[in-house]
């Protein structure tokens, strides 16, 4: 038998910090691709394999979902299924099975999963800046600036949803989000428009995935202009709107989904 396996890329990776002990500083490994990472087992009872997760860093993570995708042979449906498993700071967990339909012939997958790192490590860490420990200070500041690269990084961290994929998280989906939510651009700068990753939630507000199928409008204010094929350029100073929809046939009984969303763009000079 031959089987494929793909390493996951972990998408919505996130920074938190750890704090002092009262026996003394401990040593902080942030939550990165490099420390939150999968690996594979062969089962012991059936053919197939185990995805673990491990999380090498010292804050703990939650595994919210993982995906399934490019199947051949594979008894587990090939879709994007919502977890809730918490990893604790060096440990693992096992996360999805995968087995062949027929165990007679070869079966291929890829998986990729999603992940957040505890908040709680974040909001500690402000505490003790706000009460002026200078090294909480620090780490503070560098998880602020980690957090605001990560809004405006594109498509590595995301699950780009297909049609199929989109119709199976019908009854998950609880509404969209637009990432980043506003933008600054100077006068004569272009910016393409997949900058702006439309994401759908779960009714639990975790996200489930990109989506590609949407409609821009920009305001005819003069601010932006469309600079075909997939920018806009900012032609002068002020403050505007980009509207971003889905398209009508996008889970199209769910009315929701199919408000209109704006993102703030300020155009200096």
């Known amino acids: 038998m031959v089987s494929r396996r793909y390493l996951p890329v972990p998408f919505f990776l996130a920074v938190a910090a750890a704090c002092a002990s009262s026996g003394g500083q401990r040593t902080y490994v942030a939550p990165t691709s490099e420390t939150v990472v999968s690996r594979y087992e062969e089962l012991q009872f059936s053919l197939g394999q185990a995805m673990y997760v491990e999380n090498r860093s010292s804050v703990p993570i939650t595994v919210y979902s993982v995906s399934l995708r490019g199947c051949e042979n594979v008894k587990q449906l090939c879709e994007v299924r919502p977890l809730n498993v918490d990893i604790g700071p060096h440990r693992q967990a096992e996360i999805v099975r995968v087995e062949p339909a027929n165990p007679d012939k070869a079966y291929t997958f890829s998986a990729t999963f999603a992940w957040r790192a505890d908040s709680a490590q974040t909001a500690a860490l402000g505490a003790l800046a706000t009460a002026g420990d200078s090294r909480a200070q620090q780490r503070l500041h560098a998880v602020q600036r980690a957090q605001a690269r990560r809004r405006h990084q594109v498509g590595s961290q995301d699950i780009d949803l297909t049609r199929d994929e989109i119709e199976s998280l019908a009854d998950q989906a609880g509404s969209i989000r637009i990432v980043p939510d506003s933008v600054v651009l100077h006068v004569g700068a272009t910016m393409l428009t997949d900058t702006l990753r439309v994401l759908l ?66 155009v200096e000079k």
């Open 201 to 266: 939630m779960s009714t639990a507000n975790e996200p489930l995935g990109r989506i590609w199928a949407v409609q821009w409008a920009l305001r005819r204010d003069g601010v932006l202009r469309f600079l075909p094929p997939d920018s806009v350029i900012a032609d002068q100073p002020g403050r505007t709107q980009i509207e971003i929809r889905l398209t009508d046939d996008v889970l199209p009984n769910k009315a929701e989904l199919h408000r209109v969303n704006t993102v703030t763009v300020i």
